[in-house]
T-cell receptor, first 115, second 112 residues
């Protein structure tokens, strides 16, 4: 497809389970971002990749959160031992540019519900 | 904490009227601002951006105004249509930082 693709679109996990969320950015896009969006809130930055390098992970809320982009294309956000407060929509975005760009192309998100 | 915020959580506008969505920011060093639109169940979509060396920028049916003196920006939508119903976020890129910081959003509701 032409846009950013995220899977799964919906995930229900029991507290304590591990989850993995996948992002397929637009082909050729160098920059990739992960954001977390709680209900009724704006997206909150989690982490940023430039190609395969994770340049900023300052937004990851705890060491239970881990992201990777090993070949500079597909990225996976992994959450270990999920907690109820992890329930949110996880948005992936990509950009053909590096740095100082306001135009990100977002996927439709993965909605995680932790019971 | 967040430096970008919005004055009103919900704005109701008659179809065909102009909409004005306001946003305040607190970081005087920020020099790049962006507006995003998010429809229900979708990811945010870029609308328009403006840098601090400008005070006005126009797009198709949209205008962004930046007032650096009072640290305020607004998004004006001309002749609002039903398809404009969405949550609108103002966002900023703090100086020398690569990540976009979003505000909380304003829901725009179009009245028939």
């Amino acid at each position: 497809g032409a846009g950013v693709s995220q899977s799964p679109r919906y995930k229900v996990a029991k507290r304590g389970q591990d989850v993995a969320l996948r992002c397929d950015p637009i082909s050729g896009h160098v920059s990739l971002f992960w954001y977390q969006q709680a209900l009724g809130q704006g997206p909150e930055f989690l982490t940023y990749f430039q190609n395969e390098a994770q340049l900023d992970k300052s937004g990851l809320p705890s060491d239970r959160f881990f992201a990777e982009r090993p070949e500079g294309s597909v990225s996976t956000l992994k959450i270990q031992r999920t907690q109820q407060e992890d329930s949110a929509v996880y948005l992936c975005a990509s950009s053909p540019q590096t740095g100082d760009t306001g135009e990100l192309f977002f996927g439709e998100g993965s909605r995680l519900t932790v019971l | 904490g967040e430096s970008v915020g919005l004055h009103l959580p919900t704005l109701s506008v008659q179809e065909g009227d102009n909409s004005i969505i306001n946003c305040a920011y607190s970081n005087s060093a920020s020099d790049y601002f962006i507006w995003y639109k998010q429809e229900s169940g979708k990811g945010p979509q870029f609308i328009i951006d403006i840098r601090s060396n400008m005070d006005k920028r126009q797009g198709q049916r949209v205008t962004v105004l930046l007032n650096k003196t009072v640290k305020h920006l607004s998004l004006q939508i001309a002749a609002t249509q039903p398809g404009d119903s969405a949550v609108y976020f103002c966002a900023e890129i703090p100086n020398r930082d690569d990540k976009i910081i979003f505000g909380k959003g304003t829901r725009l509701h179009i009245l028939p």
